[in-house]
């Protein structure tokens, strides 16, 4: 069983979805308009969202976009538009798979299962330890050598995805794609929450504790000596 959000304004083919996934014995919340989703998947995060794109208040591509800026969530998008072009585009901004209405129950939920044992498998621990860095994902808290860390969400969200590849060498275009969502952007903008991270943990580039740059790959979170 799974705690699944329906983002979807017509009344009719959410109650449709919220009847079907329930029947799966899933435990189903409801939005009609994007702004309501993004609240609760902030507030009180869903293990997935099926989130419809003809939405009253926001554009869901815009929706998607502003879903990842939040959280990780699995998204199955629900679309009328059959376009290759579209969905491609959809995938690349943060969707984890699709449906193009009219869907059958059947077809959702074998999508849905298939999302959550992805979700499932690559799901780090809920506390991430690395040296004396500890990494609290639930509370979204960090701490050094037992002392609470002041971090930005971004800052948090980079911290956070290094940790949960602790001595693995992490490349720049997967940190833009990961953490902000980008599939390019300027490298700068790294390097920049890196500086700010590294005096936070009371390190710097040129003596490294925690956080190495690996030039002209990515960047490396270890376990300090």
Same mark, same amino acid.
């Given at each position: 069983?799974?705690?699944?959000l329906v983002v979807e304004d %017509?009344?009719? +083919?959410?109650?449709?979805?919220?009847?079907? $996934?329930?029947? =799966?014995?899933? *435990? /189903?919340?409801?939005?009609? !308009?994007?702004?309501?989703?993004?609240?609760?998947?902030?507030?009180?995060?869903?293990?997935?969202?099926?989130?419809?794109?003809?939405?009253?208040?926001?554009?869901?591509?815009?929706?998607?976009?502003?879903?990842?800026?939040?959280?990780?969530?699995?998204?199955?998008?629900?679309?009328?538009?059959?376009?290759?072009?579209?969905?491609?585009?959809?995938?690349?901004?943060?969707?984890? %798979?699709?449906? +193009?209405?009219?869907?059958?129950?059947?077809? $959702?939920?074998? =999508?849905?299962? *298939? /999302?959550?044992?992805?979700? !499932?498998?690559?799901?780090?621990?809920?506390?991430?330890?690395?040296?004396?860095?500890?990494?609290?994902?639930?509370?979204?808290?960090?701490?050094?050598?037992?002392?609470?860390?002041?971090?930005?969400?971004?800052?948090?969200?980079?911290?956070?995805?290094?940790?949960?590849?602790?001595?693995?060498?992490?490349?720049?275009?997967?940190?833009?794609?990961?953490?902000?969502?980008?599939?390019?952007?300027?490298?700068?903008?790294?390097?920049?929450?890196?500086?700010?991270? =590294?005096?936070?943990?009371?390190?710097?580039?040129?003596?490294?504790?925690?956080?190495?740059?690996?030039?002209?790959?990515?960047?490396?979170?270890?376990?300090?000596?």
């Amino acid at each position: 069983m799974a705690t699944v959000l329906v983002v979807e304004d %017509d009344e009719y +083919v959410r109650s449709a979805i919220i009847q079907e $996934l329930s029947r =799966r014995q899933h *435990a /189903v919340r409801s939005a009609g !308009r994007a702004l309501d989703a993004l609240r609760e998947i902030t507030l009180n995060p869903p293990d997935a969202v099926v989130l419809d794109l003809g939405l009253p208040d926001l554009d869901g591509s815009e929706a998607l976009k502003m879903v990842r800026s939040v959280s990780s969530v699995p998204v199955i998008v629900a679309t009328a538009r059959d376009d290759e072009a579209e969905i491609v585009r959809l995938l690349q901004s943060g969707a984890d %798979d699709y449906l +193009v209405k009219p869907f059958s129950g059947d077809h $959702l939920n074998a =999508r849905l299962d *298939a /999302v959550l044992r992805r979700a !499932r498998s690559t799901t780090p621990p809920p506390m991430l330890c690395v040296g004396g860095l500890s990494v609290d994902l639930n509370r979204r808290e960090a701490s050094l050598d037992g002392v609470p860390l002041t971090l930005t969400r971004r800052e948090f969200d980079l911290l956070a995805y290094l940790a949960a590849r602790v001595d693995r060498v992490v490349p720049r275009k997967e940190l833009l794609t990961e953490i902000w969502q980008q599939s390019y952007g300027d490298d700068q903008t790294i390097d920049v929450h890196l500086s700010w991270l =590294r005096r936070k943990l009371g390190e710097s580039a040129s003596a490294p504790r925690y956080l190495h740059t690996v030039r002209g790959v990515g960047v490396m979170l270890i376990t300090p000596s």
